[in-house]
């Protein structure tokens, strides 16, 4: 089995060059973080994530999670292996340090995340939903609250679950009915949740689950939703896990991928009691769980850009050993020397690379949100992240099913047994386009709320930011067709910004009609602004001098290679859009 190495050398170089982190933390007042301080902590996440936890992906793949007894069992391994995370300090990462956090930012969050789930997209959900949750606590959670649980979450010593979705309450939640009545200090919860992400295990003494659900007074729709506190099990008068709450898993889903990562069915007050308390206002839940919603969006960009990593590191070992071609003499010489391997291989690192820049630019985006001081600038950062995060989700998880499973061709039909791990990451990454709100809301949240609900001002300003690194771009010979390709991907999303501005308001489906292929073209736009800053920054710093010479070369050709073979596909996204919705929508049910 492949091994996983974290990329250091790609991430090092979006986190200095592309994003200038040393100067971003400068600027914002915190000297004591920079790039030596990330690449320690890289380096050490890394060792984590080689030696501890990728090791269990296939195990986890194998032996998934089961329901008994007690609860939730988790795969043999896995408890040993949180300890090791929780013992090294990795929950608190982010975390605030009013709370025991070590309050580092999230760019840095970002790039231990992708040892995380390159490592074992399973274990490292169950950190990540509570970093949300955290999140979500710390923003709109009462000081009693806060201070009764955040501590023991920001240690890991207790997990949390992010509950929504309910059997007939998916992607609409307005649909939701659990309910929640109030008594004395606390609230009392019945419903059943559907599809909780590390519902129930035994790797912590303590589970919090944040739950959405109805007052009895409830406006309908989502305006009528409330956030709730659950504890699995309820706390004495010192704080610690006493009598068991009503909150219990009673089946848990047989699934596709991320075997390990138990996804239950969650029923809640069968026997009378789930206590529960009100995080933030009343009916105003939503607004809460979007806090750990829009984090978990682009944590799950993430797992897009994660897979299509570790699916590469893999299908590229195996392209350089194995032998299928033979020269005249009659040696062999492996795959990697065919020009259509080398086709998949450099969509993969070019697809990989380019997701890389677009998700960590977009997390560093979130702290400049944080450290501006300007309320303007604040405003201004976001906005960007706003407009970024559906891309970043969208767009990344969408081509990561495309890159998994060039990751399977490559490897022949040993990619399509099980046997190489190859087809796990294809089944695991499938996932990342459903949950967290499907590609489809996406493309809505992104059409709808990030442009034209600003006239798609907020739009233009990231085009004509684009416009000026192809504008740089051309002022280097040997980058002035990949600045020309560049410029006219920009033209392509100030026609497909015109398009919808004009036709939006014609009928309802023309936006929900065009959103996800204008969500796609976006995507690859940002990717070639990515690799067209790849390209600037590699080279001005060949221009410089010696250095790290074959990566920065291999940056340049790598570029070239998103120019020629993925940037183009804005152009028929551009096509798909501007046809409208009509033959979208031409046929009736009965025609189908
Ligand atoms: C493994 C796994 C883990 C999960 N973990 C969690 C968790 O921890 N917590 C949690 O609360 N939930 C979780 N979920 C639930 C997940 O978030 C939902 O499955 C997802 O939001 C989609 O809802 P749905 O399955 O009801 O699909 P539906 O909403 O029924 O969607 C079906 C199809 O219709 C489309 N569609 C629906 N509405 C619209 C619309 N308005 N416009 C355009 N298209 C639309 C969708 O895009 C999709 O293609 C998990 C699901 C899985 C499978």
């Not at 200095?16 to 933390?25: G, H, Q, S, V, Y």
């Not at 380096?43 to 986890?60: H, W, Y």
């Not at 992240?385 to 969208?394: D, E, F, S």
């Amino acid at each position: 089995m492949t091994v996983y190495n974290f990329p250091y050398q790609d991430a090092g170089f979006v986190i200095d060059e592309l994003i200038d982190f040393d100067l971003m933390c400068k600027e914002a007042g915190l000297e004591e973080i920079n790039s030596e301080l990330v690449s320690a902590i890289l380096d050490e996440a890394g060792k984590l994530g080689t030696e501890v936890i990728a090791p269990l992906n296939s195990i986890g793949d194998q032996q998934g999670a089961t329901l008994g007894e007690d609860g939730v069992q988790e795969t043999p391994g896995f408890a040993a292996a949180y300890r090791q995370f929780v013992d090294s300090g990795w929950p608190s990462l982010n975390a605030s340090e009013a709370y025991g956090g070590q309050g580092m930012p999230k760019l840095l969050g970002a790039a231990v995340a992708e040892v995380w789930q390159s490592s074992s997209l399973a274990f490292s959900l169950c950190p990540l939903l509570s970093g949300g949750a955290i999140e979500a606590i710390t923003a709109h959670g009462s000081d009693e609250l806060k201070d009764t649980y955040l501590p023991k979450l920001v240690r890991g010593e207790w997990t949390a679950t992010m509950k929504l979705t309910e059997s007939a309450a998916g992607s609409d939640l307005a649909a939701l009915a659990s309910r929640a009545v109030p008594e004395g200090d606390h609230y009392l919860l019945s419903g059943q949740k559907i599809f909780i992400t590390w519902g129930d295990h035994q790797m912590t003494e303590n589970i919090i689950h944040l739950v959405l659900a109805r007052l009895p007074d409830a406006p309908t729709g989502v305006k009528g939703i409330s956030l709730f506190l659950v504890p699995k099990f309820l706390l004495d008068e010192n704080g610690q896990p006493d009598k068991r709450n009503d909150v219990f898993c009673v089946s848990l889903e047989h699934k596709l991928g991320i075997h390990a990562s138990p996804t239950c069915v969650m029923n809640f007050g069968d026997n009378g009691a789930a206590v529960g308390y009100l995080v933030g206002e009343p009916h105003d839940g939503l607004a809460a769980m979007f806090t750990m919603m829009n984090d978990a969006r682009q944590g799950t960009g993430m797992q897009g850009l994660s897979l299509s990593e570790r699916s590469y590191q893999q299908a590229l070992e195996y392209a350089k050993e194995r032998l299928q071609g033979s020269h005249s003499d009659g040696t062999r010489f492996p795959i990697i020397e065919f020009p259509d391997v080398r086709r998949m291989l450099m969509l993969m690192k070019a697809a990989t690379e380019a997701m890389r820049g677009l998700a960590y630019i977009s997390a560093a985006e979130i702290d400049r949100s944080h450290w501006a001081k300007d309320p303007q600038a604040v405003q201004k950062h976001a906005a960007r992240t706003g407009l970024y995060t559906p891309i970043v989700k969208g767009w990344i998880t969408e081509l990561a099913q495309e890159i998994t499973s060039l990751g399977i061709q490559i490897h022949g039909g040993m990619g399509y047994v099980e046997e190489t791990g190859s087809a796990q990451h294809f089944r695991d990454v499938r996932i990342t386009t459903i949950y967290e709100g499907t590609t489809g809301i996406q493309g809505l949240d992104l059409v709808g709320r990030k442009i034209l609900a600003n006239n798609g001002e907020v739009l233009l300003d990231l085009l004509d930011d684009i416009q000026a690194t192809a504008e740089a771009m051309s002022d280097i010979g040997e980058l002035a067709s990949q600045a020309r390709a560049l410029k006219n991907a920009v033209d392509s999303g100030k026609q497909a910004r015109a398009w919808l501005l004009e036709h939006a308001g014609q009928n309802r489906n023309v936006a929900g009609g065009v959103s996800v292929n204008f969500m796609m073209l976006l995507g690859y736009i940002c990717g070639g602004w990515v690799m067209g800053q790849s390209a600037l920054k590699a080279a001005r710093l060949l221009e410089r001098g010696p250095g790290n010479e074959s990566f920065l070369r291999a940056k340049l050709v790598t570029a070239q290679f998103y120019t020629d073979h993925l940037l183009p596909r804005a152009g028929s996204c551009l096509a798909t859009v501007m046809a409208g919705a009509d033959s979208i929508m031409a046929l009736d049910v009965e025609q189908f």
